[in-house]
């Protein structure tokens, strides 16, 4: 099949090219081209007509717990004073202590449903539910396959239940691990824990052997807000990051979401052994945790990626959040150009939750697309095409989605979705959810 769009942004951060498409083979990219050519040297293939359109790699949502969908909304006495009343009095207590299965199942469904709308591609997942253990990974893993994402799904371990219990979530991640590996296909698994004032030393270093010998990533969630630096001073005499390096599995094995409060030292750390990050601009600010030190994060070449949390799951609002609030931060207008945040929410992405050949359109690439209406108020050019798709597009811009060359939405419907059904499941899922609240 041959797409020929408007633009194409094929190397993401680089210049978009003018009426050039691609020809899809299979599962993957064959042959990038201007559109012309296209036409001329396959005249047998299908075309996708798309003249207004971009044809860019599909975003990559490098954290998200699908389950958060089920708490938009729900009531609370009052907001929380900081980011460990957020987790103890609410979050733990209201949300992921009281996940079963079924509305793992209906907020999995929806989530996969809302991304794809979004021009989601791909997505790592992060489940934190310590009553749903066992099994849930496997289950959650079903529901992905059957919306056709390419997911990667892990269980939070945290000993903060019990011991027991934080095994159990170290069994399920390697366990899944090795299921999905036998099934094959779009979905994955990777080995995660929660943070060193959950887990132990010895149960952190456990979780890193377990994913060495399954050669898996580590997910965790590092100094969201000043909660974890204040502890890990307390009780190690050090910060966050330079803890982990203490306990000797700092490494290119570790992704580290949020990493907010964090400082130069531990950013040159992050650089020397080669740790990965996920950012999360709006749920940041949603936790009133600060904001991460990006640009610098970058500027050091630690592999960065963008993440929703679960939190707003339009994917280009995260891109906007990314955009803009760095920008405020440093009180200047350059940092984080929009083709660097293009960059992060594809191939960028991808490279940090070790993807191959996925975030970009090129030959033997992976074929994970999305086509965005580039009928703009003003005129798309070379120049200005990533601002204009960061600043003014939405999920209802997005008019095509396809993954592993398979399409998931067209004319800006997601396939095969019942929209009623699906929040039918997610309201009687919330329902049951907020009965504590
Ligand atoms: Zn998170």
């Not at 047998?44 to 699908?66: C, I, K, M, R």
């Not at 400082?263 to 601009?281: Q, T």
Request: hydrophobic share 45%; glycine share 8%; net charge negative.
């Amino acid at each position: 099949m041959l797409i020929l769009p408007a633009f194409l942004i094929d190397v993401p951060g680089d210049p978009p090219k003018e009426n050039w498409g691609a020809r899809i083979v299979g599962d993957q990219i064959a042959v990038v081209a201007p559109n012309a050519d296209l036409r001329r040297a396959y005249p047998a293939d299908e075309t996708w007509d798309a003249p207004d359109q971009v044809l860019s790699p599909g975003f990559v949502n490098t954290h998200t717990h699908l389950y958060g969908v089920l708490a938009h909304g729900i009531p609370l006495d009052r907001a929380p004073s900081d980011f460990w009343a957020f987790l103890k009095d609410f979050w733990w207590r209201l949300v992921e202590d009281r996940l079963d299965g079924e509305m793992i199942g209906a907020a999995t469904d929806y989530g996969c449903v809302e991304m794809l709308r979004s021009g989601v591609t791909t997505f790592y997942d992060c489940l934190e539910a310590p009553h749903s253990l066992p099994g849930c990974l496997a289950a959650q893993g079903e529901v992905v396959r059957a919306r056709g994402l390419r997911g990667i799904l892990s269980f939070e371990a945290t000993e903060r239940v019990s011991r027991a219990n934080g095994d159990l979530g170290l069994r399920e991640n390697v366990e899944w691990i090795r299921a999905a590996r036998k099934i094959g296909g779009l979905v994955s698994g990777m080995m995660c824990f929660h943070t060193t004032f959950t887990c132990s030393a010895d149960f952190i270093r456990r979780a890193f052997e377990l994913a060495r010998a399954e050669n898996a990533l580590v997910h965790l969630h590092c100094a969201e807000g000043t909660h974890e630096p204040a502890y890990a001073l307390e009780h190690f005499g050090m910060r966050t990051l330079e803890y982990y390096d203490h306990l000797g599995v700092a490494s290119d094995r570790m992704l580290a979401s949020q990493c907010v409060q964090i400082s130069a030292r531990e950013i040159a750390l992050m650089r020397a052994r080669g740790v990965r990050m996920s950012h999360m601009p709006l749920s940041n600010c949603e936790v009133g945790g600060g904001i991460a030190p990006v640009p610098e994060l970058i500027a050091a070449d630690v592999p960065v990626g963008l993440g929703s949390d679960g939190y707003i799951n339009d994917f280009f609002q995260v891109l906007r959040g990314a955009f803009l609030i760095h920008k405020a931060r440093q009180c200047d207008p350059r940092v984080m150009p929009a083709n660097r945040v293009w960059h992060l929410a594809t191939e960028g992405g991808a490279r940090l939750l070790d993807l191959k050949n996925v975030g970009r359109i090129a030959p033997g690439w992976q074929a994970d697309l999305q086509l965005i209406d580039a009928q703009f108020p003003t005129p798309a050019a070379i120049h200005n095409l990533y601002d204009q798709l960061v600043l003014y597009r939405n999920p209802a811009h997005v008019r095509a989605v396809m993954i592993a060359g398979q399409t998931r939405v067209r004319d800006g419907i997601v396939l095969g979705v019942n929209e009623a059904a699906l929040c039918a499941g997610t309201q009687a899922a919330a329902a049951n959810l907020w009965k504590e609240a």
